[in-house]
């Protein structure tokens, strides 16, 4: 891992008289799976959508794949991935047409989509559902597929907000087994989970209390850091010190 394809510093943003975000700063590093945990309230996903290019912070600042957070949003989405916990599909279009969609968004150009789209389909081994309704398919292709398009630009980052929500445990430990391959390839994950077996995975894991980063670290070090033997543990210490009301 070399090189930091996230730089925040003095990040606040305040929603009339809230501050759902207060003063954090972080690094994330390039091909790094970087866990961002916090409970609901905590602030976490109004960070994220700074970071994404969707919402511009009250005060601080950052780059995003050397984009800057506050001016150059566009970019950001253009040089970003991006898959929710709703697997960011169109169940009223083919998985074909999907694809095609997505591909288009990002700039993508006829040429490039019909290559991507075969390359794709053959890789997830989903050619004979070309054709079929996103909607259809089951849960764990549903999953895969939304993280592939995420991908078909070839992003820098990817972002992944609570991706496992409601999928069994097979289910999660196979779309774990696909971060793993995107992260050696040198793609930054940057990931929220309710899991805390999930965070056990990141490189290193933030935890979000009160709009402030209360800790960082590997899970390793958090663990040894709160003497809990488990990344639940931890998150339970951590949380529990929370002010809000979650």
Request: net charge negative.
């Amino acid at each position: 891992m070399e090189g930091n394809v996230i730089e925040i510093r003095n990040l606040t943003k305040k929603f009339g008289d809230f501050t759902a975000v207060d003063n954090i700063s972080f690094d994330v590093w390039k091909g790094e799976i970087f866990g961002f945990l916090g409970a609901n309230g905590a602030g976490k996903t109004t960070a994220m959508r700074i970071l994404c290019g969707l919402s511009r912070p009250t005060s601080g600042g950052g780059t995003v794949s050397g984009y800057d957070i506050n001016t150059e949003q566009e970019k950001i989405k253009r040089h970003i991935g991006y898959m929710s916990q709703k697997f960011s599909l169109y169940p009223d279009l083919t998985v074909r047409e999907n694809i095609r969609l997505f591909g288009g968004i990002y700039g993508l150009r006829d040429r490039e989509i019909r290559e991507k789209t075969d390359a794709m389909l053959g890789m997830l081994e989903m050619m004979s559902e070309k054709d079929k309704f996103a909607g259809a398919l089951p849960l764990g292709w549903k999953q895969k597929l939304a993280f592939s398009i995420a991908l078909i630009h070839e992003p820098e980052i990817i972002f992944l907000d609570e991706p496992t929500g409601g999928v069994d445990p097979e289910t999660r430990r196979r779309f774990w087994e696909m971060i793993y391959d995107t992260a050696e390839k040198g793609v930054t994950v940057f990931v929220t989970t309710h899991y805390m077996d999930e965070a056990e995975y990141c490189d290193r894991v933030s935890v979000m209390v009160d709009g402030k980063i209360a800790a960082m670290n590997s899970p390793s070090g958090l663990k040894s850091e709160y003497h809990a033997g488990n990344m639940d543990e931890v998150f339970r210490i951590i949380a529990g010190r929370a002010a809000r009301e979650e």
